[in-house]
């Protein structure tokens, strides 16, 4: 895995490569997947922030609309008013470096403002391009993932990988986004059957290809599910699971409900690719 800086907001960096990096979710919504609820106000958001980050996470993902099939869509505002308390206060604290989960430009706009680093857009620029703009004027870092939904994919799933990911990152260039702040993030169980999820893993690393940083969003999917035979809320040792095949393929970043458990598992994977480089006793 190539060392390199991942360039953010507000003058901040990251170095990614030589250490897995950990962004923990935090979902300050009724009705996510498997976590609704559970941090929707904002002192109870702050307080998951603040343990996410004592366990070792480095960036915390904070969204306001559920992203789970089904969901029932949100309006700009009421997003925003989720979202923005729990960011400006995360922020003022320094403590981690903060991203904010929308596809909206007018949600990052607001969120950057209040101190957010990074923009995970879910639709990889493919829904408001005009993120690919406010990120270029802010030198904000940018998760692109990648999504099946809405559109027909290729049989394929790598083909299909690289056929949506070349649009977004096109985007991203005529906007003026330098590849130094493009994370990629393929975008695991966004419209994917549980085959195609396993298939993603096994093929992992021919997305080395992009020669850009690769973040896995696996945490507590149905794909997990299928195979353990566990509930939502129970998945934490399958995704940990997940986790360390990815990094073992090329992943530099994780986005994870459970981070105490896939920091601990992630330090494992470090070790043995530390083994594998030359001149390691």
Same mark, same amino acid.
């Given at each position: ?5 991942w ?13 897995? #990096? ?30 996410m ?10 969204g ?27 922020a ?32 990889g ?13 802010t030198?904000?870092?940018l ?66 290809a ?7 969003g696996?945490?507590r ?5 299928? #195979? ?30 459970? #981070? ?22």
């Open positions: 895995m190539t060392d390199r800086s360039m953010l907001a507000h003058g901040r960096h990251l170095d990614l490569g030589g250490k897995a #990096v950990v962004m923990g979710v935090l979902n300050v919504t009724p009705d996510s997947f498997s976590d609704g609820g559970q941090f929707d106000t904002t002192e109870n958001a702050l307080a998951q922030a603040r343990r980050v004592a366990e070792g996470a480095a960036i915390v993902d904070v306001g609309e559920s992203t789970r099939p089904g969901a029932q869509a949100v309006t700009a505002l009421e997003e925003q008013r989720r979202v923005l308390p729990v960011i400006e206060a995360l003022a604290e320094r403590g981690c470096l903060v991203s904010v989960d929308t596809y909206r430009e007018e949600t990052a706009q607001l969120a950057l403002a209040a101190g957010a680093h990074i923009v995970n857009d879910v639709w620029l493919q829904r408001e391009s005009g993120i690919a703009r406010l990120a270029a004027a030198g904000a870092g998760v692109i993932m990648h999504t099946g939904r809405g559109r027909e994919k290729l049989p394929d799933v790598i083909a299909d990988q690289f056929a949506f990911l070349d649009r977004s990152l096109e985007i991203a260039g005529k906007a003026g986004v330098g590849r130094e702040s493009v994370v990629l993030d393929p975008g695991f169980g966004f419209a994917k059957e549980v085959d195609e999820n396993l298939d993603l893993m096994a093929r992992f690393d021919e997305l080395k992009f020669g850009l940083p690769l973040m896995a696996t945490s999917k149905r794909f997990i599910g299928h #195979v353990t035979g566990r509930d939502a809320e129970h998945r934490a040792a399958g995704t940990a699971a997940t986790s360390v095949i990815l990094r073992l393929r090329g992943a530099a970043l994780f986005r994870v409900h459970d #981070v105490a458990i896939n920091v601990d598992a992630l330090a494992l994977a470090d070790a043995m690719l530390a083994r594998d480089k030359p001149g390691s006793s």
